[in-house]
Protein backbone atom coordinates (compact mmCIF):
# COMPACT_ATOMS: atom_id res chain seq x y z
CA UNK A 1 0.00 0.00 0.00
CA UNK A 2 1.07 3.74 -0.57
CA UNK A 3 1.65 6.53 2.13
CA UNK A 4 2.20 10.17 2.50
CA UNK A 5 2.50 13.04 5.00
CA UNK A 6 -0.52 14.17 6.22
CA UNK A 7 -0.75 17.28 8.81
CA UNK A 8 -3.95 17.99 10.98
CA UNK A 9 -3.52 22.00 12.82
CA UNK A 10 -6.14 21.70 15.16
CA UNK A 11 -6.94 25.07 17.67
CA UNK A 12 -9.60 28.20 18.56
CA UNK A 13 -8.93 31.32 18.98
CA UNK A 14 -6.54 31.24 21.89
CA UNK A 15 -4.26 28.41 20.37
CA UNK A 16 -3.09 25.62 18.10
CA UNK A 17 -1.42 21.92 17.85
CA UNK A 18 -0.02 20.07 14.88
CA UNK A 19 -0.48 16.49 14.68
CA UNK A 20 1.62 15.02 12.03
CA UNK A 21 1.54 11.32 10.71
CA UNK A 22 3.12 9.40 7.62
CA UNK A 23 -0.42 7.55 6.46
CA UNK A 24 -1.42 4.83 4.94
CA UNK A 25 -3.43 5.18 1.90
CA UNK A 26 -7.51 4.07 1.60
CA UNK A 27 -7.27 2.94 5.67
CA UNK A 28 -8.82 4.47 8.79
CA UNK A 29 -6.62 1.95 10.84
CA UNK A 30 -3.29 2.77 12.27
CA UNK A 31 -3.97 6.35 11.14
CA UNK A 32 -3.48 8.00 14.28
CA UNK A 33 -2.02 11.69 14.10
CA UNK A 34 0.70 12.90 17.01
CA UNK A 35 1.90 15.78 17.66
CA UNK A 36 4.64 17.14 15.87
CA UNK A 37 7.10 18.03 18.73
CA UNK A 38 5.88 15.58 21.76
CA UNK A 39 4.78 12.47 19.50
CA UNK A 40 1.29 12.64 22.03
CA UNK A 41 -2.11 12.09 20.89
CA UNK A 42 -4.68 14.68 20.66
CA UNK A 43 -6.59 13.51 23.92
CA UNK A 44 -3.56 13.05 26.14
CA UNK A 45 -2.11 16.69 24.83
CA UNK A 46 -5.11 18.71 24.40
CA UNK A 47 -8.15 17.20 27.31
CA UNK A 48 -11.23 19.11 27.29
CA UNK A 49 -9.72 21.80 25.07
CA UNK A 50 -12.09 23.37 23.11
CA UNK A 51 -11.49 22.76 18.98
CA UNK A 52 -13.24 25.23 16.89
CA UNK A 53 -10.95 24.80 13.53
CA UNK A 54 -9.19 21.80 11.66
CA UNK A 55 -6.52 22.92 9.44
CA UNK A 56 -5.91 19.38 7.43
CA UNK A 57 -3.46 18.92 4.52
CA UNK A 58 -2.52 15.88 2.51
CA UNK A 59 0.22 15.39 -0.51
CA UNK A 60 -1.74 14.58 -3.27
CA UNK A 61 -4.92 12.95 -3.93
CA UNK A 62 -8.01 13.49 -1.01
CA UNK A 63 -8.20 13.08 2.32
CA UNK A 64 -10.82 12.88 5.08
CA UNK A 65 -10.36 13.51 8.83
CA UNK A 66 -12.38 12.59 11.58
CA UNK A 67 -11.76 13.20 15.43
CA UNK A 68 -13.37 9.72 17.61
CA UNK A 69 -13.56 8.44 21.10
CA UNK A 70 -11.01 5.63 20.91
CA UNK A 71 -13.24 3.46 23.32
CA UNK A 72 -16.18 4.08 22.29
CA UNK A 73 -15.51 4.71 18.55
CA UNK A 74 -17.78 7.70 18.43
CA UNK A 75 -17.20 10.43 16.14
CA UNK A 76 -16.99 13.59 17.70
CA UNK A 77 -16.17 15.73 14.37
CA UNK A 78 -15.23 15.16 10.81
CA UNK A 79 -14.32 16.47 7.37
CA UNK A 80 -12.29 16.82 4.36
CA UNK A 81 -8.67 18.18 3.89
CA UNK A 82 -6.78 20.68 1.63
CA UNK A 83 -3.99 20.04 -0.54
CA UNK A 84 -0.75 20.90 1.41
CA UNK A 85 -0.68 24.96 0.58
CA UNK A 86 -4.32 25.32 -0.04
CA UNK A 87 -5.51 25.99 3.46
CA UNK A 88 -8.27 28.46 3.95
CA UNK A 89 -8.75 29.57 7.27
CA UNK A 90 -12.20 30.60 6.99
CA UNK A 91 -13.26 27.13 5.74
CA UNK A 92 -11.53 24.80 7.85
CA UNK A 93 -13.73 26.45 10.70
CA UNK A 94 -15.74 23.47 12.58
CA UNK A 95 -18.69 23.85 14.80
CA UNK A 96 -17.09 23.62 18.79
CA UNK A 97 -16.36 20.39 20.15
CA UNK A 98 -14.66 19.59 23.41
CA UNK A 99 -11.87 17.50 22.98
CA UNK A 100 -11.94 14.05 25.41
CA UNK A 101 -8.78 12.56 26.87
CA UNK A 102 -9.52 9.41 25.00
CA UNK A 103 -9.89 10.92 21.64
CA UNK A 104 -7.80 10.42 18.34
CA UNK A 105 -6.94 12.26 15.21
CA UNK A 106 -7.40 10.23 12.52
CA UNK A 107 -7.46 10.08 8.74
CA UNK A 108 -7.90 8.56 5.17
CA UNK A 109 -6.14 9.06 2.56
CA UNK A 110 -6.07 8.44 -1.07
CA UNK A 111 -3.75 8.74 -3.65
CA UNK A 112 -4.26 9.96 -7.33
CA UNK A 113 -5.55 7.48 -9.66
CA UNK A 114 -4.33 6.05 -13.00
CA UNK A 115 -4.32 8.11 -15.93
CA UNK A 116 -8.14 8.31 -17.41
CA UNK A 117 -9.77 7.18 -13.66
CA UNK A 118 -9.86 9.34 -10.20
CA UNK A 119 -10.47 7.93 -6.74
CA UNK A 120 -13.55 10.43 -4.78
CA UNK A 121 -14.48 10.39 -0.75
CA UNK A 122 -17.92 11.06 0.11
CA UNK A 123 -19.07 12.12 3.63
CA UNK A 124 -22.92 10.87 3.77
CA UNK A 125 -24.97 12.06 6.50
CA UNK A 126 -28.18 10.15 7.55
CA UNK A 127 -30.84 10.11 10.18
CA UNK A 128 -28.87 7.16 11.57
CA UNK A 129 -24.84 8.39 11.64
CA UNK A 130 -22.73 9.78 9.14
CA UNK A 131 -20.47 7.47 7.05
CA UNK A 132 -17.58 7.64 4.98
CA UNK A 133 -17.85 6.60 1.11
CA UNK A 134 -15.66 5.73 -1.32
CA UNK A 135 -15.44 5.58 -5.25
CA UNK A 136 -11.81 4.45 -6.27
CA UNK A 137 -10.65 4.17 -9.68
CA UNK A 138 -13.65 5.21 -11.50
CA UNK A 139 -13.36 5.70 -14.91
CA UNK A 140 -13.85 9.49 -16.93
CA UNK A 141 -17.31 10.27 -17.41
CA UNK A 142 -18.84 6.88 -16.11
CA UNK A 143 -21.05 6.15 -13.26
CA UNK A 144 -19.49 4.32 -10.39
CA UNK A 145 -21.17 3.01 -6.86
CA UNK A 146 -20.11 4.23 -3.96
CA UNK A 147 -19.78 1.74 -1.06
CA UNK A 148 -18.56 2.67 3.04
CA UNK A 149 -14.86 3.30 3.21
CA UNK A 150 -14.78 0.71 6.56
CA UNK A 151 -16.59 -1.91 4.78
CA UNK A 152 -18.00 -1.81 1.53
CA UNK A 153 -21.64 -1.96 1.67
CA UNK A 154 -24.30 -0.09 -0.34
CA UNK A 155 -26.23 3.39 0.49
CA UNK A 156 -29.17 1.31 1.22
CA UNK A 157 -27.40 -1.68 3.00
CA UNK A 158 -25.85 0.88 5.92
CA UNK A 159 -28.57 3.17 5.98
CA UNK A 160 -32.14 1.40 5.05
CA UNK A 161 -35.00 2.81 6.94
CA UNK A 162 -33.25 6.43 7.44
CA UNK A 163 -33.51 9.26 5.79
CA UNK A 164 -30.58 10.91 3.43
CA UNK A 165 -29.71 14.73 5.05
CA UNK A 166 -26.40 15.72 3.56
CA UNK A 167 -23.71 14.79 0.91
CA UNK A 168 -20.46 16.42 0.76
CA UNK A 169 -17.79 15.20 -1.95
CA UNK A 170 -13.93 15.29 -2.03
CA UNK A 171 -12.73 14.26 -5.72
CA UNK A 172 -8.51 13.69 -6.18
CA UNK A 173 -6.54 17.04 -7.12
CA UNK A 174 -7.64 17.91 -10.52
CA UNK A 175 -10.59 15.67 -11.20
CA UNK A 176 -13.97 17.33 -11.56
CA UNK A 177 -17.44 16.13 -10.55
CA UNK A 178 -20.22 16.01 -13.16
CA UNK A 179 -22.74 15.06 -10.47
CA UNK A 180 -24.05 12.28 -7.88
CA UNK A 181 -27.33 9.99 -8.26
CA UNK A 182 -29.54 8.39 -5.85
CA UNK A 183 -30.49 5.22 -7.51
CA UNK A 184 -33.90 3.00 -5.86
CA UNK A 185 -34.08 -0.69 -6.10
CA UNK A 186 -35.83 -0.71 -9.72
CA UNK A 187 -32.35 1.24 -11.04
CA UNK A 188 -34.77 4.24 -11.47
CA UNK A 189 -33.06 7.86 -10.54
CA UNK A 190 -34.63 9.35 -7.54
CA UNK A 191 -32.23 12.45 -7.38
CA UNK A 192 -29.25 14.20 -9.02
CA UNK A 193 -26.78 16.64 -7.14
CA UNK A 194 -24.35 18.32 -9.98
CA UNK A 195 -21.03 19.21 -9.07
CA UNK A 196 -18.15 21.12 -9.83
CA UNK A 197 -14.33 21.23 -9.14
CA UNK A 198 -12.36 22.29 -6.02
CA UNK A 199 -10.27 25.54 -6.01
CA UNK A 200 -6.99 25.02 -7.09
CA UNK A 201 -5.60 28.15 -5.97
CA UNK A 202 -4.65 29.98 -2.68
CA UNK A 203 -7.52 31.33 -0.91
CA UNK A 204 -10.00 30.24 -4.09
CA UNK A 205 -13.67 28.91 -2.68
CA UNK A 206 -14.56 25.41 -1.79
CA UNK A 207 -11.21 23.88 -1.58
CA UNK A 208 -12.22 21.14 0.13
CA UNK A 209 -15.56 20.33 -1.54
CA UNK A 210 -16.55 19.14 -5.39
CA UNK A 211 -20.10 19.16 -3.70
CA UNK A 212 -21.97 20.07 -0.36
CA UNK A 213 -25.54 19.44 -0.46
CA UNK A 214 -27.45 19.33 2.69
CA UNK A 215 -31.12 20.24 3.94
CA UNK A 216 -31.76 16.67 1.83
CA UNK A 217 -34.62 14.58 2.95
CA UNK A 218 -34.79 11.38 0.70
CA UNK A 219 -35.76 8.31 2.22
CA UNK A 220 -33.32 5.32 1.90
CA UNK A 221 -35.35 2.06 0.99
CA UNK A 222 -33.11 -1.39 1.11
CA UNK A 223 -31.76 -1.98 -2.50
CA UNK A 224 -31.02 1.72 -3.28
CA UNK A 225 -27.08 2.78 -4.57
CA UNK A 226 -25.63 6.25 -4.60
CA UNK A 227 -23.27 6.42 -7.92
CA UNK A 228 -20.79 9.45 -8.91
CA UNK A 229 -19.89 10.37 -12.19
CA UNK A 230 -16.52 12.44 -12.36
CA UNK A 231 -13.45 13.52 -14.78
CA UNK A 232 -9.98 14.18 -15.15
CA UNK A 233 -9.51 15.76 -18.51
Do not use: H
Amino acid sequence: MTSQGTQVTVGNSMMSKIYTLSSTDGVWDGNVLTDSISSQSIGILQPNSIMTYAAAEYEAGAMAWRLQNAQTLRVKARGFADASGLDCFESQQIAPVTIGQNDILTVYPVPVAGAGTSNSLVWIQTTKSTELFTAMAALDNTDKEMVSAVNSQSLGDLFFGSTLQRIWVSCQDGAALNDVDIVDEMGGVVMTLQGGKRGAVLGSKSNQYNLYAYNLNVRISKGWTIRLNATTV
